[in-house]
């Protein structure tokens, strides 16, 4: 197999120009923030596994992202061939996402600038992440004759779709937005083919747009491990059905529903709560962040605080522990676009419970290396959840078959296909429309 430039010629065949260096817009959250609170989550582990290997490509990234700190040094090297350029608009701390929009003018004039200060054709493609970053790319793949292709992440229409009981809605200056950037995107990333559909259904994206790329996983970091020294690590009873939470905490995720499905699997069998433990690893984030507070009081209306731990964000070493240590993962979420955590779990070797929503069906294979739940009833859920706390061998086959599933989900894969698309893009190819005409 040929390495570098040339392993990504082999994979496009040597079709049109491929990109040597590429701007890779992050506007709201940075790929050096910590994930799984606040507005960090599987959108910045995407952006930097997926810079690390096209970099590995002989792709340079650089990463536009905004400064939130006054410590943030103007440019840091996240890797070899990968550099974060922190952009100043507006005051560091403060702002919140929704902030953001009245922000986008200052950020694209540090983008510009940024690129001013090179000969011409310094980036060959601007990759933009979420419908704030689609907008300033929008303008510089304009003004530097570029390709813009756009990955959407999460889409309001879709979001709204699939509110939990008493969440706020996305507004509608994000639907025009998110609207706006289909429309002027020469390419547009969708983690799964729902993903694409709902492109095109919800955003009228034309066929000749929309690539299908499914995130990865690093499986040097997530693999099956010792589930008794991982146990020991963090504190875990050794005998204990764990089933893990793990993810940004707000009511799109539903830990509401994994909480209510254990106080029901408890009520229907008593014996349980000795050997039960549920871990919520992460923090509030969105529409979360006004109650903090509120899954811990559920978690004591339910008389199941005894069971429930909450614990802060951890890295991805440390999380890679806590999926050994668990008997199960569990997902609820309303609205997923892929679902990294479900992916990270199984190759771990750890089966997932999750909500049939967005990706999921596509991370987790249903009887096989998991369970799909269709609905949010906590009896459902419940139902679904006490063969993972009873039947030792069904826990060990779902957990082996996991972790087979999981391994063809590495980023290399993910990003020579995002390589494809690139050169796709420069070379116009299948376009379904033309930008610069
Ligand atoms: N994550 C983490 N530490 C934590 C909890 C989560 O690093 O304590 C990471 C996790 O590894 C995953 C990401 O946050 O890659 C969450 O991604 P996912 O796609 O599951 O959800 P999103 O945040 O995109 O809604």
Not at 103 to 129: I, K, N
Not at 186 to 197: G, K, Q, S
Not at 201 to 218: C, D, F, K, S, T
Not at 394 to 414: E, S, Y
Request: aromatic fraction near 6%; glycine fraction near 10%; hydrophobic fraction near 45%.
């Amino acid at each position: 197999m040929p390495t570098g430039r040339g392993r990504l010629q082999a994979l496009v065949g040597g079709r049109g120009r491929r990109p040597r260096r590429i701007a890779m817009l992050s506007v709201h959250t940075s790929p050096l923030h910590q994930p799984g609170t606040g507005d960090a989550g599987g959108m910045n582990v995407y952006i930097v596994e997926l810079a690390k290997r096209l970099a590995d490509l002989d792709i340079e990234v650089e990463v536009f992202t905004r400064a939130a700190s006054s410590d943030d040094a103007p440019t840091v090297q996240l890797a070899p061939g990968v550099l974060v350029r922190h952009v100043t608009a507006g005051p560091y701390e403060g702002l919140v996402k929704e902030d953001l929009p009245a922000q986008l003018c200052a950020f694209t004039h540090g983008v510009l600038r940024t690129e001013a200060g090179h000969r011409p054709g310094h980036y060959d493609l601007v990759h933009s992440h979420y419908w704030l970053s689609g907008h300033v790319g929008w303008l510089a793949a304009e003004r530097w004759g570029v390709p813009l292709v756009h990955t959407m992440h999460t889409m309001a229409k879709v979001k709204n779709a699939a509110l939990a009981d008493g969440d706020s809605p996305e507004p509608a200056a994000r639907v025009i937005g998110e609207t706006q950037v289909v429309e002027a995107a020469d390419r547009l990333i969708a983690n799964t083919a729902e993903e694409a559909d709902e492109l095109a259904r919800h955003y009228a994206a034309l066929p000749g747009q929309l690539a299908v790329v499914h995130p990865g996983v690093n499986l040097d970091v997530f693999r099956p491990g010792d589930q008794r020294a991982a146990r020991a690590r963090l504190g875990l009873p050794q005998d204990a059905a764990v089933l893990l939470f793990a993810g940004r905490i707000q009511p799109l995720k539903a830990p509401d529903v994994l909480l209510k499905a254990v106080a029901e699997l408890l009520a229907r069998e008593p014996g349980l709560r000795e050997r039960l433990v549920v871990p919520v690893v992460g923090g509030p984030s969105g529409t979360g962040l006004a109650r903090p507070e509120s899954l811990h009081k559920l978690a004591a209306q339910l008389g199941i605080s005894d069971v429930v731990r909450f614990h802060p964000p951890v890295g991805q070493q440390v999380l890679a522990e806590w999926y050994r240590a668990a008997t199960a993962l569990v997902m609820p979420s309303h609205s997923e676009s892929f679902g990294l955590v479900a992916l990270e779990a199984q190759a771990c070797g750890t089966p997932v419970v999750a909500a049939a929503v967005g990706g999921l069906p596509v991370a987790v294979r249903d009887a096989v290396t998991g369970t799909l739940v269709h609905g949010h009833r906590p009896e459902a859920w419940a139902e679904a959840l006490r063969p993972y706390v009873t039947d030792r061998a069904l826990v060990a086959r779902r957990g082996a078959a996991a972790a087979r599933h999981a391994a063809r989900f590495g980023w290399d894969a993910a990003a020579a296909a995002t390589a494809e698309v690139y050169a796709g893009a420069m070379a116009g190819r299948g376009a379904g429309r033309l930008r610069f005409a």
